[in-house]
Nanobody
Framework: QVRLVESGGDLVQPGGSLRLSCVTS????????MAWLRQAPGKAREGVAA???????DYAGSVKGRFTISKDNTKNTLTLQMNALKPEDSGMYYC???????????????????WGQGTQVTVSS
């Protein structure tokens, strides 16, 4: 059974940093797509950062150069390091996964069939 549990969300000032973690179970990291996605109130869910089975990554243009996705097979953890945060980065952040993962990293929310419950990030002064 696949299980994803996010943590690390918080209230932070603009320009600050946060590190989100997603502890997983039931996932083969060598055969999965994994991603961080977010949803702001009144907006559609969007992909923020994604990684495939080989460790290739992709990022939304709005976060490129500021966010870093990484995975640790030994700790069953997916991480999102977020730096230089902006108010528009606020939202509920979810980690998600889907099987296989041998193609390019996927940012589309529709590509994922397992989701965590989310962790809230608020960037405000």
């Amino acid at each position: 059974q696949v299980r994803l549990v996010e943590s690390g969300g918080d209230l932070v000032q603009p320009g600050g940093s946060l590190r989100l973690s997603c502890v997983t179970s039931g996932i083969n990291y060598d055969n999965s797509y994994m991603a961080w996605l977010r949803q702001a109130p009144g907006k559609a869910r969007e992909g923020v950062a994604a990684v495939n089975s080989f460790g290739d990554t992709d990022y939304a243009g709005s976060v490129k150069g500021r966010f870093t996705i990484s995975k640790d097979n030994t700790k069953n953890t997916l991480t999102l390091q977020m730096n230089a945060l902006k108010p528009e980065d606020s939202g509920m952040y979810y980690c998600a996964t889907s099987p296989r993962g041998r193609g390019s990293p996927l940012l589309q929310p529709s590509a994922y069939n397992h989701w965590g419950q989310g962790t809230q990030v608020t960037v405000s002064s």
